[in-house]
């Protein structure tokens, strides 16, 4: 099983990054996907999530009207459109798969995001 996320990089505010994560191993359309976020010295808080059918996404507050979630079952990747960001969004992304029948749940290794001038 393998959760890769891609895309992360140093960005200036107000600046876009798109992030990838390409999922094998399981049955990727059986799985709700989500991306995580952990600043420094912070706790991990969910960013966003879309279900497995991706018929319904969820965000946080604080990312609300910025952040599109999106998902391609054909290609196993579900990815993190994120727009107008902030010093406050730079954290590690991680990618995280859970299928809710089998409580099964799968996390990536993260990718760095730094939003900095």
């Known amino acids: 099983v393998q959760l890769v996320e891609s895309g992360g990089g140093l960005v200036q505010p107000g600046g876009s990054l798109t992030l990838s994560c390409v999922a094998s191993g399981f049955t990727f359309n059986l799985y709700d996907m989500r991306w995580y976020r952990q600043g420094s010295g912070k706790e991990r808080e969910l960013v966003a999530g879309?279900?497995?059918?991706?018929?319904?996404?969820t965000y946080a507050d604080s990312v609300k009207g910025r952040f599109t979630v999106s998902r391609d079952n054909a290609k196993r990747t579900v990815s993190l459109q994120m727009n107008s960001l902030k010093p406050d969004d730079t954290a590690v992304y991680y990618c995280y798969a859970h299928w809710a029948l089998s409580g099964r749940d799968y996390w990536g290794q993260g990718t760095q995001v730094t939003v900095s001038s």
């Open positions: 879309i279900i497995s059918s991706g018929g319904r996404t």
